[in-house]
């Protein structure tokens, strides 16, 4: 099965990275651009059956390892079970 | 009283020398390097992590190295009140693994910089103090992820607790409150941005670095600022 994490910066937390970016849609003709924020996606594959406590397990470690619960907020998707 | 330091080597870690070179030649203390493998530091003092790209900055500045084998005994060491400095990328693995509040992100300008900055040096203790260090200090810095963020909250407990080492008089970076280092609420964990390690030598921009490090020590050993070189 594979799990995506995704990991971005809080909505309350300075995102230089996504400021220039936005700047940068913007010099290139993009209207009404409100907000842009840069994350990171990543992937993981396991050969394990999904369950609740490997789900637990997942979450634990993004908030311990995948993200930093000070500056950025995760969720993750399973597919492929 | 031989006070020990022990300097934390990850890989990566590249400012590794010049805190060894700052305890030893500049302070002459006895100093050794450990190894980010081991699990003991061998009855050290003041546990040094220094500056540098540890594991590449990979995922985010500090956070693989916060899991290396050394980090529980830096943790125990702490717990235990033992003296504990990170400088630079050293203060953004002590923010990852939690022994000092807050995190460091990308500088606002995007840029990496490089400079010599003048700090204001805060009420931070009765060893770390303007009276000690004088009001301004001048430390060079050298990151492109030094702005330090933290919550209100978090905020207000570090200016209400006095844990606010040094701020920046031109903030460079971006960091809220312009804030370069902190300390936890006990006092026995340090943290800065800015580099003590690269100012120390007569060739350095100051020599500011020699009384930041007798400050952090002296929180631990009151009697050190008389003792050291």
């Known amino acids: 099965m594979k799990i995506k994490v995704f990991v971005t910066p809080k909505r309350n937390v300075l995102d230089p990275q996504g400021v220039a970016v936005g700047h940068a849609l913007e010099s290139l003709g993009l209207k009404g651009l409100k907000g842009t924020r840069v994350g990171k996606v990543i992937e993981l594959e396991l050969e394990a059956p999904d369950s609740p406590q490997l789900r637990a397990q997942i979450d634990k470690l993004c908030g311990e390892l995948l993200s930093n619960p000070v500056i950025e907020d995760y969720h993750f998707e399973v597919t492929g079970g | 009283?031989?006070?020990?330091?022990?300097?934390?080597?990850?890989?990566?870690?590249?400012?590794?020398?010049?805190?060894?070179?700052?305890?030893?030649?500049?302070?002459?203390?006895?100093?050794?390097?450990?190894?980010?493998?081991?699990?003991?530091?061998?009855?050290?003092?003041?546990?040094?992590?220094?500056?540098?790209f540890s594991y590449g900055d990979y995922l985010r500045c500090g956070a693989i190295a916060r899991f290396s084998p050394v980090m529980g005994a830096v943790r125990e060491h702490a717990a235990a009140g033992g003296l504990v400095l990170g400088i630079c990328?050293?203060?953004?693995?002590?923010?990852?693994?939690?022994?000092?509040?807050?995190?460091?992100?990308?500088?606002?300008?995007?840029?990496?910089?490089?400079?010599?900055?003048?700090?204001?040096?805060?009420?931070?203790?009765?060893?770390?103090?303007?009276?000690?260090?004088g009001a301004r200090v001048r430390l060079p810095i050298g990151h492109g992820e030094g702005n330090y963020r933290i919550d209100e909250a978090g905020l207000a407990r570090l200016e209400s607790g006095g844990q606010v080492l040094l701020r920046y008089t031109d903030n460079p970076n971006g960091s809220l409150g312009s804030i370069a280092g902190v300390r936890n609420e006990a006092g026995n964990v340090?943290?800065?941005?800015?580099?003590?390690?690269?100012?120390?030598?007569?060739?350095?921009?100051?020599?500011?670095?020699?009384?930041?490090?007798?400050?952090?020590?002296?929180?631990?050993?009151?009697?050190?600022?008389?003792?050291?070189a």
């Not at chain 2, 990850?10 to 030649?25: E, I, V, W, Y």
């Not at chain 2, 390690?197 to 600022?225: C, K, N, Q, Y």
């Open chain 2, 1 to 52: 009283m031989a006070i020990n330091i022990a300097v934390l080597q990850f890989p990566g870690s590249n400012c590794d020398q010049d805190a060894f070179q700052l305890f030893a030649s500049g302070l002459g203390l006895a100093t050794r390097y450990v190894w980010h493998k081991e699990t003991r530091l061998g009855g050290a003092d003041l546990v040094v992590l220094p500056g540098g």
């Open chain 2, 89 to 133: 990328n050293g203060f953004q693995i002590l923010c990852e693994a939690g022994l000092l509040p807050g995190a460091l992100i990308r500088n606002s300008s995007l840029e990496y910089r490089c400079m010599t900055c003048e700090l204001s040096v805060g009420d931070a203790g009765p060893s770390f103090n303007p009276g000690a260090l």
């Open chain 2, 190 to 228: 340090f943290g800065m941005m800015p580099h003590p390690d690269r100012a120390f030598e007569r060739f350095h921009p100051s020599r500011d670095g020699i009384a930041i490090a007798r400050a952090v020590l002296a929180a631990g050993f009151p009697e050190s600022s008389r003792q050291t």
